[in-house]
């Protein structure tokens, strides 16, 4: 029963078989007490990344050569960082300003974060200081330390509100959400603002931008810019202490001879110039968005097309035109425009998915098949699974149908419950004993109980057991115990009156069970 509804610490437990053993931080030099191996933080960063970016918009793509940029600038800063990690940075398709780094040294920058900047070097002092904290065991530290549980299940309340599937985020995709949203401490983010500007320095930046950059943070904070605060503020507050800490690290840096640093603006602008002209473009989608989420649909539909008209490009907006199509039921209409973004991205799950339900709803089975397994590869969500389990059941794939659905069912949200009650109907009446586990129990006191013991959240009914007991002399006996109402996740206990012959072996067996 425990393999259908595991807990979120499975999962992190699963991962880490570490001992506890003196460890040393590659870019400090110190040494810390930690039991997760740069191996196992590479093999964090490796399994993560792709759904991390998958739940915040994935991988912005109108404008190849931005990533390329991005990329290149974080190259030059990740050889000075101590520790010769898988390093990779992505460009992520998000309005939000935010950057993080992964374990593994696996770093995103959001799309929204690079036009408030102004020059390359302050580009610098956010990659450098992501660097730090992967390089530096931050996100290791975390999770050693258990925080990131915790921010595992906030992430999973997040994603609800924000995306529509990633609600249902599954399994490994919670984790991801956990390592992109954990918030560090102080001490962390102390050192990778000094390490990071001293990273800048010797890839040849002026550190004087990691103060500029502080003091736009605080300039913004002041103005209490909600997007600012869902984003890069929500783990890195602003403040007057990081401007002065970094005003004195710049001192420290020119005394040691780094005063020859570039600020690279002319050639930032050229690189960003791009998203900078389509602005227009995301502020009309991130509207439409908006009035989705309010259900203003009409005004929704007029923002998008204003997007598409703007930047004909962006495969988001298309995306977004389908979502709103589909909600609408024009589900062919859907399908035709979730096809004109997988035409401009293949790898975003949310155009694959939403054009599987759209294919579903027109009773397009095989195609709607392929969409949900391809979507799945990039994010696994309760949706995909619950409609792949609607498909094989349709189908006739009747196994099939409650692997889909058992895997569904692990989701805390309608489709997991929606998902739940499948999983049951189809599979308790064939597996009762999967679900309702039996035992006897011989107390030493010289009584013998039956416990009948319900391992779903769901309310049974009907309940059967069959209790086979070898008495010495009597011989075989076989009976039936019947549990009329056996609550969620609950218990009941009953005596089985003993003969005066001498029990030799007992067994009990749920053989019926029927949801309520
Ligand atoms: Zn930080």
């Known amino acids: 029963m425990q393999a259908l509804f595991p807990t979120r610490i499975v999962i992190l437990f699963s991962i880490l078989a570490g001992v506890w053993g003196c460890v040393t931080n590659p870019v400090t030099g110190k040494n810390e007490l930690g039991f997760i191996s740069t191996e196992a933080q590479i093999d964090i960063g490796r399994k993560n990344y792709i759904p991390a970016q998958q739940m915040q918009g994935g991988q912005y793509k109108v404008d190849a050569d931005l990533s390329e940029y991005v990329t290149s600038v974080g190259k030059k800063l990740a050889t000075h960082s101590g520790i010769d990690l898988p390093y990779e940075f992505v460009v992520l398709n998000n309005s939000v300003p935010n950057a993080w780094a992964m374990p593994g040294g696996k770093i995103a920058v959001n799309r929204g974060l690079l036009t408030e900047l102004t020059n390359e070097a302050e580009l610098a002092a956010v990659i450098g200081h992501e660097i730090t904290h992967a390089a530096a065991r931050h996100g290791a530290q975390g999770i050693e330390r258990g925080v990131l549980l915790q921010g595992a299940m906030i992430a999973a309340a997040i994603g609800t509100r924000n995306q529509e599937y990633a609600g249902a985020m599954l399994g490994g995709a919670q984790l991801a959400a956990g390592l992109v949203t954990q918030k560090f401490g102080r001490d962390a983010e102390r050192e990778s603002d000094y390490y990071g500007t001293q990273f800048m320095a010797k890839a040849g930046y002026d550190p004087e931008a990691a103060v500029t950059l502080q003091k736009m943070f605080v300039r913004l904070s002041d103005g209490k810019r909600s997007d600012w605060l869902q984003g890069l503020f929500a783990s890195h507050p602003a403040s007057q202490e990081r401007v002065e800490n970094n005003r004195a690290r710049v001192a420290e840096l020119r005394a040691q001879g780094y005063t020859g640093g570039e600020l690279g603006a002319d050639r930032y602008q050229r690189a960003i110039a791009r998203i900078r002209q389509d602005a227009p473009a995301y502020a009309a989608y991130d509207s439409a968005r908006k009035a989705l989420q309010e259900k203003s649909v009409d005004a929704a539909l007029k923002e998008v097309d204003k997007a598409i ?25 859907a399908v035709r425009l979730y096809g004109q973004a997988i035409q401009r991205d293949d790898a975003f799950f949310s155009y694959l998915l939403g054009r599987g339900v759209s294919r579903a709803e027109l009773k397009q089975r095989a195609p709607a098949k392929e969409d949900f397994t391809a979507s799945l590869k990039l994010l696994p969500t309760a949706v995909a699974y619950n409609e792949l389990g609607k498909i094989a059941e349709a189908d006739g794939n009747q196994d099939e149908a409650v692997r889909y659905y058992a895997a569904a069912s692990k989701a805390r949200d309608q489709t997991g419950q929606t998902a739940l009650a499948s999983l049951l109907r189809l599979d308790l009446p064939r597996q009762p004993a999967r679900y309702v586990k039996s035992e006897l129990i011989n107390d030493g006191s010289g009584k013998l109980f039956l416990r009948v013991s319900n391992g779903t959240p769901a309310a049974l009914s009907g309940v059967q057991v069959r209790v086979a007991l070898r008495w010495a002399a009597a011989g075989d006996e076989t009976f039936t115990v019947d549990v009329p109402a056996l609550p969620a996740g609950q218990a009941v206990v009953r005596e089985i009156p003993l003969r005066k012959d001498s029990l030799v072996a007992g067994e009990a067996t749920t053989v019926a069970a029927h949801t309520r």
């Not at 930047?311 to 035109?321: D, H, S, T, V, W």
């Open 309 to 333: 008209a703007l930047q004909p490009n962006e495969a988001q907006f298309y995306g977004l035109k389908g979502d709103i199509r589909r909600l609408q039921d024009k589900h062919a209409d």
